[in-house]
């Protein structure tokens, strides 16, 4: 059937452009169905669906005994039709190179594997707002075993990479909030609060973080990434991130902490959070699995202290979670069964043995 709509399609665009670049004049008749047919090699239910669309489409009308007449069309140039049925031009096919070449692939497809198989009619389950609970729990088990951080996962809200997560943070707190970043500082920070339409105030950088001075300035949210900050490399020692903290306090403000990162912090267990130095009072914890795991992987997560969780299911609570759900529950098995932290134990290894 395929092969047939091919023809009389191909047919069709042929007569098109010869009516269309003069070869049949205004009044002149179309060979007949019989000798197109023979001159093509096609069959006459080809040639007379091709004529019909000409028909149909008005270039062409049909005379009963007569045959079909080709209408005057104003000139639109051959140059044109020529262009009009020429074939869309191909992209090439994506780099197969893997940024993680220690991310071990086969495990994740065995992963997703499994999650096909063990309950496959969960996949087609509309996901709640803040992501399914599997991957929620998964997530506050890890951050507990290998962070050591107590989160709750009713405040753990999952999102399609980390530039999403920003814009919901704005939708949060509001626009009228006027949101300090780190200068220099990761490229999409900036970008996504100049789309939001928010103010910015940009802090200096020193060697252990934002300088003190530039606390002072009038600013209301603190977004920073204390852990190997981007693009300065910078890691706040335990006195720095005491002082944003205290920062918070005084200022009754919200820090953003972008942990991007952190899992690959080399001469030992990660460094503490601030979320976890102010029991999450005062820190909007977030990160992603983008650079853990691979670019592909367009998920990550949040976790709102207690008292904004009111504000973000007001302003937020009727909205879908972005990220499919079949990838919320390989995720959520693939942290669960281990995998998750073998890699990144492996990462680790890799990255202190090239060190050397």
């Not at 007569?15 to 009044?27: H, P, T, V």
């Not at 005994?65 to 051959?78: C, M």
């Not at 509001?174 to 490229?187: L, Q, V």
């Amino acid at each position: 059937m395929k092969s047939k709509e091919k023809k009389y399609y191909r047919l069709y665009q042929d007569l098109r452009k010869a009516i269309l670049c003069g070869e049949y004049k205004a009044g002149q008749k179309l060979p007949s169905k019989r000798v197109t047919a023979d001159k093509t090699g096609y069959s006459m239910i080809t040639v007379q669906t091709a004529y019909d669309m000409l028909s149909e489409e008005g270039y062409v009308t049909p005379r009963e005994r007569s045959g079909y007449f080709v209408n005057k069309i104003e000139t639109i140039g051959a140059e044109f039709a020529l262009a009009e049925s020429k074939p869309f031009s191909r992209l090439p096919e994506e780099s197969l190179s893997v940024e993680r070449a220690d991310f071990e692939s086969s495990v994740w497809i065995k992963t997703v594997r499994k999650v096909i198989s063990d309950d496959e009619k969960r996949l087609f389950v509309k996901s709640p707002n803040k992501g399914v609970n599997a991957l929620r729990n998964a997530i506050a088990d890890y951050l507990y075993r290998y962070r050591g951080m107590i989160a709750e996962p009713e405040r753990i809200i999952i999102g399609s990479g980390a530039e999403q997560l920003y814009e919901t943070v704005v939708k949060v707190l509001g626009r009228d909030k006027i949101y300090g970043i780190e200068n220099p500082s990761y490229a999409q920070i900036n970008a996504v609060y100049e789309a939001e339409g928010v103010k910015v105030t940009y802090l200096k950088m020193g060697e252990a973080g934002v300088e003190s001075g530039e606390l002072g300035k009038d600013f209301d949210v603190l977004h920073v990434t204390p852990f190997h900050s981007y693009p300065s490399g910078v890691t706040t020692p335990i006195a720095k991130r005491y002082e944003y903290l205290k920062w918070a306090e005084v200022r009754n403000g919200y820090i953003i902490e972008d942990d991007f990162d952190s899992e690959f912090f080399l001469p030992g267990q990660p460094i503490e959070s601030l979320y976890s130095l102010s029991s999450g009072k005062y820190v909007i914890y977030v990160n992603t699995f983008s650079k853990s795991l691979s670019p592909s992987m367009r998920m990550g997560y949040m976790i709102l202290p207690e008292e904004l969780m009111i504000e973000y299911e007001r302003k937020l609570g009727h909205f879908s979670c972005s990220v499919p759900v079949l990838d919320q529950y390989v995720l959520a098995e693939f942290i669960e069964s281990g995998s998750f932290e073998r890699h990144l134990s492996r990462a680790r290894r890799k990255m202190k043995k090239d060190e050397i």
